[in-house]
């Protein structure tokens, strides 16, 4: 886990409707990082099916 990963999640997790913007100018290994997180922390409970589907629409990567 880095700064920026950490930062990426919480943007990723935030309840904010809007489209996310993530450019991945360096390397993808951050983004992935973030989303790795998300998955390790939700994947198998009670909130993965409703809630992560629902981020993973807002999220725009360009690489």
Request: hydrophobic share 30%; aromatic share 12%; proline share 6%.
């Amino acid at each position: 886990m880095t700064e920026g990963s950490r930062f990426l999640e919480e943007l990723i997790l935030d309840d904010d409707p809007r489209t996310l913007y993530i450019q991945t100018w360096g390397g993808t290994n951050t983004t992935a990082r973030a989303l790795k997180s998300i998955q390790e922390r939700y994947e198998g409970t009670a909130e993965w099916p409703p809630y992560i589907p629902k981020r993973w629409t807002r999220i725009m990567s360009s690489i």
